[in-house]
RNA sequence: GGAAGUGUGGCCGAGUGGUUGAAGGCGCACGCUUGGAAAGCGUGUAUGGGGUAACUCAUCGCAGGUUCGAAUCCUGUCACUUCCGCCA
């Protein structure tokens, strides 16, 4: 979330900027409905200055005290009523206020994203008529949808054979790579309590809500591991003096929606699914460059899995509430809606201080104040989605799939995947 | 799952219902001392909101309650510790 005090004096920046966004957030409402409260909370701690001096005033006797105590206490009780359902008004909507934008995304929705660089690998040609994911993976035994939908329903799959260690072995390559730029390997929870869900900016547009809850309790599945690989700093002070906190978990996500149609048909959209996911906790000067590191480390891994894709600057009408500038990477699959199509594989987020306000994260400046910090997200490797593009790439014409050179120290040296 | 105990400023730790936003220590900052350092001595050192300021309000895990007045009493909740049970 936004400062209140900076939302309050710059309210054609903040209508300017939900506009663009193409979000309806009623910021006039938040503004007339804050100086209200702001009266009455000043109302409210004049009575309570006298009930405390009224307390503290042993010149008084008792019954004297307590005569004018219990009136205050009754006014002031009073007022708190009023202010309660005031204060949640103002919360809601204060929620619903996304984060500024930066200068250089380009303006308008989804189709507004901007094409900005392309990956070293060109697109495949085919002298043969390639196979969908579905149809290769379940040729080669290492995917099983019937199975998944039999035992946890449709959206969920079963990764066999070499598909299973296909899935471990991306993983642990995108890990290792981000390692040698500095993220440290954490392995989180993947269940969360709402408070956190909420504190990490997932705040779903309208009433939608992509997570999974568990009754009688208060933890949701995580829907990616940046909810808990940031909400492990929450009301912290963290220490950047040793440079940027930099981590790379590896999770499970689930996301309960799921669109239908020939687009989503295998594990493109799934309810479950492994993520390899990069977090950075910074000072403000240092989020640009590190966001752009975290860009390049998505596109060394992908040229070195030699898969086509192509980098995007998000549009302002498609960042997330949180985001202040995003990239994503978007792979060729080749067999995507029949004839091939771009399709997400990551997408890394500079969420300036708008995330670490709300779950209080801070860190102390070189003058001993306390200030937000930055942070930041960005995925390295999400497996179904690069599994797709990996296949469906590196198919062979005899219905096998090449195994791109930097992934065969972790096939024990395989080639291919053939079917036994 | 059962029982008992504990949660206090960056850290450790005291705290009788009534100037306690909170002793003391560590750490940190500044100063004195020194040829320089260490030690020693002195001063300062929680966060957030409102106000030009004086000042004021809130916060002792969290949420409620009792009271003229709560860190202190009550209820709930979360976390941690110890013991028992169970388990990979």
Same mark, same amino acid.
């Given at each position: 979330?936004?400062?209140r005090k900076?939302?309050?004096?710059n309210?054609?920046l903040?209508?300017?900027n939900?506009?663009?966004r ?6 006039e409402?938040f503004a007339?409905?804050?100086q209200?409260?702001?009266?009455m909370?000043?109302?409210l701690e004049?009575?309570?200055?006298e ?6 005033n042993?010149?008084?006797?008792v019954?004297?005290?307590r005569?004018r105590g219990g ?10 009523a009023?202010i309660?359902?005031?204060e949640?008004?103002i ?7 996304p984060n ?7 303006l308008?929705?989804?189709?507004a994203?901007k ?5 070293k690998?060109?697109?495949?040609k ?7 994911h579905?149809?290769l993976m379940?040729n080669l035994q290492?995917l ?5 939908a ?6 969920f799959?079963?990764?066999?054979n ?8 991306l993983?642990r390559?995108?890990l290792?790579?981000?390692?040698k730029s500095?993220?440290k ?10 408070s956190l869900?909420?504190?990490?900016g ?8 992509n997570?999974?809850h568990?009754?009688d309790?208060?933890?949701?599945l995580?829907?990616?591991s940046?909810?808990t ?9 963290v ?5 940027p906190?930099?981590? &790379?978990?590896i999770?499970?996500?689930? !996301?309960s /929606?799921?669109?239908?149609g020939?687009a989503t048909?295998?594990? *493109? %959209? $799934?309810h ?7 977090v950075v906790?910074?000072?403000p000067?240092?989020?640009? &460059? ?5 860009? !390049?480390? /998505?596109?060394e891994i992908f040229?070195?899995?030699?898969i086509? *894709? %192509? $980098?995007?600057?998000i549009?302002t009408?498609?960042l997330?509430a ?5 990239f ?16 997400e ?7 300036t201080d ?11 400046d070189n003058?001993?104040?306390l200030?937000?910090?930055y ?8 497996v179904c989605?690069a599994?797709?593009?990996l296949?469906?790439n590196h198919?062979?014409a005899d219905g096998?799939v090449r195994?791109?050179l ?5 096939l024990?040296?395989m ?5 036994e």
């Amino acid at each position: 979330m936004l400062d209140r005090k900076f939302i309050l004096e710059n309210m054609a920046l903040m209508k300017a900027n939900i506009a663009n966004r193409g979000m309806a957030v009623d910021v006039e409402r938040f503004a007339a409905l804050e100086q209200q409260r702001r009266d009455m909370q000043k109302q409210l701690e004049t009575m309570r200055a006298e009930a405390n001096a009224l307390a503290k005033n042993n010149a008084l006797s008792v019954d004297e005290r307590r005569t004018r105590g219990g009136e205050l206490k009754k006014m002031e009780a009073e007022l708190s009523a009023r202010i309660a359902p005031l204060e949640a008004d103002i919360e809601s909507i204060y929620v619903a206020i996304p984060n500024l934008i930066y200068a250089g995304s380009p303006l308008g929705g989804e189709d507004a994203s901007k094409d900005i660089a392309r990956g070293k690998q060109p697109l495949p040609k085919f002298d043969f008529k390639p196979a969908d994911h579905i149809t290769l993976m379940e040729n080669l035994q290492m995917l099983d949808l019937v199975a998944g939908a039999k035992v946890a329903g449709s959206g969920f799959y079963y990764f066999t054979n070499m598909g299973a260690l296909l899935e471990l072995a991306l993983t642990r390559f995108a890990l290792d790579h981000v390692m040698k730029s500095g993220f440290k390997p954490v392995i989180p929870p993947d269940l969360a309590r709402d408070s956190l869900m909420q504190g990490a900016g997932f705040v779903p547009r309208g009433n939608e809500s992509n997570t999974y809850h568990l009754e009688d309790s208060d933890l949701n599945l995580t829907a990616t591991s940046e909810i808990t690989l940031v909400g492990r700093y929450a009301d912290e002070v963290v220490d950047l003096t040793k440079g940027p906190l930099k981590v &790379a978990g590896i999770s499970h996500c689930f !996301r309960s /929606e799921r669109a239908h149609g020939s687009a989503t048909r295998g594990i *493109y %959209r $799934v309810h479950q699914f492994t993520k390899t996911e990069m977090v950075v906790v910074c000072l403000p000067e240092q989020a640009e &460059a590190l966001h752009l590191e975290m860009r !390049r480390l /998505e596109q060394e891994i992908f040229d070195a899995l030699e898969i086509p *894709y %192509r $980098v995007l600057e998000i549009a302002t009408g498609d960042l997330g509430a949180a985001a202040f500038r995003k990239f994503d990477l978007e792979a060729w699959m080749p067999m995507r809606g029949g004839k091939g199509d771009w399709g997400e594989i990551t997408s890394t987020s500079n969420c300036t201080d708008f995330q670490a306000r709300r779950l209080n994260i801070k860190y102390r400046d070189n003058s001993g104040k306390l200030q937000f910090a930055y942070t930041l997200n960005g995925t390295a490797l999400s497996v179904c989605r690069a599994m797709i593009a990996l296949v469906e790439n590196h198919q062979q014409a005899d219905g096998s799939v090449r195994i791109p050179l930097v992934l065969q120290p972790y096939l024990s040296g395989m080639t291919h995947i053939r079917k036994e």
